[in-house]
């Protein structure tokens, strides 16, 4: 299958610092990316709608000012966390959609975002 | 409210025997419903897509059906095997934007 890759895999970040994940989509163009949140043991949170070129869509209650969303290129998606805080720590999860195959999206493998 | 509602608690079955979890949603039309198989610590494995139009889909051990009237897709795993202990996530793609249910953990004992 199509194969996402999301960097760092883990991060460990001083509290009112910022942080950036990636998220590529190795062999195939990616119009449309989309960046979740999860808490163990819970379900996927969708944070957030990345289209190439234009501005992120967030869900509701997601701050876009602390989660910055940049789709610059079609194969790239990056999410950076601003002034993180403890209780950002999370897994924070990035897809994208493949637009051959029936929309089927693929996951990169997650990052573990620590904030002390 | 739209829900997607999975079965919270875990699924405990003997080796070979067929695992079947449950994927209920309300106050949603999705086009496409897919399934995802995810371990620890790790993201989301892409195993199956059905669309609203098709009642079953197959791949190896898996299988997959879809009742639309009836708001619910059901997965089924045959001759399970340990490694097949996961949770799997049901998701759905509505208007553009797919959302998750809470997944099912699978236990396989040997």
Redesign the interface.
């Known amino acids: 299958g199509a194969v996402v890759s999301q960097h760092p895999s883990r991060v460990i970040c001083k509290s009112g610092t910022s942080v950036k994940i990636e998220c590529r989509s190795l062999d195939f163009q990616a119009t449309t990316m989309f960046w979740y949140r999860q808490f163990p043991k819970q379900s996927l949170m969708l944070m957030a709608t990345s289209n190439e070129g234009s501005k992120a869509t967030y869900e509701q209650g997601v701050e876009k000012d602390k989660f910055l969303i940049n789709h610059a290129s079609l194969t790239l998606s990056t999410l950076t966390v601003t002034s993180a805080h403890p209780e950002d720590s999370s897994f924070y999860i990035c897809s994208a959609r493949e637009p051959t195959v029936g929309n089927t999206i693929y996951f990169g493998e997650g990052s573990w975002l620590t904030v002390v | 409210s739209q829900k997607i509602e999975q079965n919270s608690e875990a699924l405990n079955i003997q080796e070979g025997k067929t695992a079947t979890l449950t994927c209920n949603y309300t106050n949603y039309s999705p ?2 419903l ?1 399934w ?1 198989r995810q371990d620890p ?6 195993l199956l ?1 059905i ?1 609203e139009n098709e009642k079953e889909k197959r791949k190896e051990r898996l299988k997959v059906t879809f009742d639309t009237t009836l708001k619910q897709s059901l997965f089924h795993i045959t001759a399970s095997q340990p490694a097949d202990s996961a949770t799997y ?1 049901c ?1 759905l ?1 509505n208007f ?8 099912t953990k699978l236990n396989v004992k040997p």
């Open positions: 086009a496409y897919q995802y610590g790790r993201g989301p494995v892409f897509l669309r996530l998701a793609l553009n934007k797919f959302y998750f249910g809470s997944g």
